[in-house]
């Protein structure tokens, strides 16, 4: 089966650097990766995803990497702000088109930003 | 439309007791995952049900636990005789589809054995 490698699994960073959060996986059938943020007492929340046709995809501050060939992908948190601190988590599935896929996900990397 | 909903909130229960987790997909969702999220840990796949039906199960522990999402009512995860070990929390996602892109996650049930 899949397995997602995450690191690091902290990280502390000032507000306004940048943070970057990467993820190794497993099973080159994974085609699909999205990320989560999970704050103290909630649920994940999807923040960002790529398929694995696309190499880049950004959104504002949030943007993710992906590299098919080394079979790792990456959050990349710009301009960080205190709102940003949170738990996030990687995960990979192998779902495709109409065919339902369970996530495989990372152990999860404590952010935390600093005012 | 509320979102997933997931009750109790918490839960704790003495070893060799009974545990169900209740989850209410949002309107119009007849997908439902349960995860379980260990302490420190990222969350792992347990069970994938549609509507009356299982589809996968292939995370769920052989014994003790067991998962039903009726025509009717919320979908029931179901712990006997839990132990120590099952100490956690425990999220269920819907989806309107099979589209994971679409699925979103409950606040969690987090579950302690005493």
Known sequence: ?115 | NAGVMQNPRHLVRRRGQEARLRCSPMKGHSHVYWYRQLPEEGLKFMVYLQKENIIDESGMPKERFSAEFPKEGPSILRIQQVVRGDSAAYFCASSPTTELKLAFFGQGTRLTVV
């Not at chain 1, 995960?91 to 495989?104: C, E, I, N, P, R």
């Open chain 1, 1 to 115: 089966g899949e397995n997602v490698e995450q690191h690091p699994s902290t990280l502390s960073v000032q507000e306004g650097d940048s943070a970057v959060i990467k993820c190794t996986y497993s099973d080159s059938a994974s085609n699909y990766f999205p990320w989560y943020k999970q704050e103290l007492g909630k649920g994940p929340q999807l923040i960002i995803d790529i398929r694995s046709n696309v190499g880049e995809k950004k959104d504002q501050r949030i943007a993710v990497t992906l590299n098919k060939t080394a079979k790792h992908f990456s959050l990349h948190i710009t301009e960080t702000q205190p709102e940003d601190s949170a738990v996030y988590f990687c995960a990979a599935s192998s779902a495709g088109g109409t065919s339902y896929g369970k996530l495989t996900f990372g152990q999860g990397t404590i952010l935390t930003v600093h005012p």
